[in-house]
């Protein structure tokens, strides 16, 4: 007769087989669910029969309401990933986002985790419309000025290492004047921690409806957005490249992204109203 040990180990070679089974079943089961319900959502639309049918699937497969939750979650952020993925939204996509957020039955309270890219989301949708943020600025502004953007920054400069020549920095190019817009697409180099790059300064980048401002410790910098040229984007920093005659700037900051986008439309939207014309209306 086999031993008491034998037994015992068959059984629970028994017992996480089975575990092992259910749990291949029901990944299968929730895979087959987010098929069905993401060619549901193709058209924007989840009709009655739709609905009927998805039910059916959750009831067959007894899935339960987290993992149906799960299920639209990932939907959901697989979206917003790849809505995201240039750093553009438009009106459309801002669009598409919250109907499909409405379709899948999910709220803010489901979201949380998710408040700060949607955040993102809605603030670059909006400088995409030309609608410019307002915040409090940390220093004096001159009368009827409009504060858009502060982030933390430091203020540095790229060094000539002697030596073979190095590589260039990878990076995106961005002017004033062609009224591109701005999207994100491309390698691009981070500037920290490079031999190459001195920081200076650390301080305050503010982005106003006049001019880029540098408030740091020991050194300041002013850069009319009229004497902007061009912006060069990298993976964490930005080099704003001003008029003949005016050095550029070099910033290294978090989000770069976004601090890009911002400072691009303030200065489009200052060349706006110096000829004339209206430009967006600030958020």
Not at 57 to 65: F, K, T
Not at 81 to 103: F, P, V
Not at 157 to 174: C, D, E, H, V, Y
Not at 267 to 281: E, H, K, S, T, W
Request: net charge negative; hydrophobic share 45%.
């Amino acid at each position: 007769m086999p031993s008491a040990l034998v037994i015992g180990i068959a059984a629970i070679v028994l017992i996480l087989g089975l575990a092992v089974f259910l749990r291949r079943r029901k990944n299968r089961a929730r895979e087959l669910y987010q098929h069905h319900l993401e060619d549901a959502l193709v058209d924007g639309v989840l009709t009655e029969d739709e609905a009927d049918e998805l039910a059916g699937l959750r009831q067959d497969h007894a899935l339960s309401e987290a993992e149906v939750r799960m299920v639209a979650l990932t939907i959901y952020r697989r979206a917003l990933h790849n809505a995201m993925a240039d750093s553009r939204i438009t009106t459309e996509e801002e669009a598409t986002l919250r109907r499909l957020q409405k379709l899948l039955g999910l709220g803010d309270a489901d979201l949380k985790e998710d408040r700060r890219q949607m955040q993102r989301v809605h603030l670059l949708a909006k400088i995409e419309r030309g609608e410019l943020p307002r915040v409090d600025p940390p220093v004096a502004l001159d009368s009827g000025e409009i504060c858009h953007w502060v982030v933390q920054a430091r203020l540095a400069q790229k060094l000539t290492i002697p030596g073979p020549a190095r590589p260039p920095f990878a990076s995106l190019q961005f002017q004033v004047n062609d009224g591109a817009p701005f999207h994100v697409e491309g390698e691009r180099s981070p500037l920290r921690d490079n031999e190459e790059i001195l920081p200076l300064d650390m301080g305050m980048l503010l982005v106003t409806s006049r001019r880029i401002l540098f408030r740091g410790a020991r050194r300041g910098a002013t850069l009319p957005h009229v004497k902007l040229e061009g912006i060069e984007l990298f993976e964490d920093g930005l080099r704003l490249e001003a008029a003949a005659n005016e050095p550029s700037l070099l910033f290294l900051l978090d989000d770069a992204e976004l601090s890009a986008a911002i400072l691009l439309s303030a200065a489009r939207a200052r060349r706006l109203d110096l000829r004339g014309a209206v430009p967006g209306r600030s958020a």
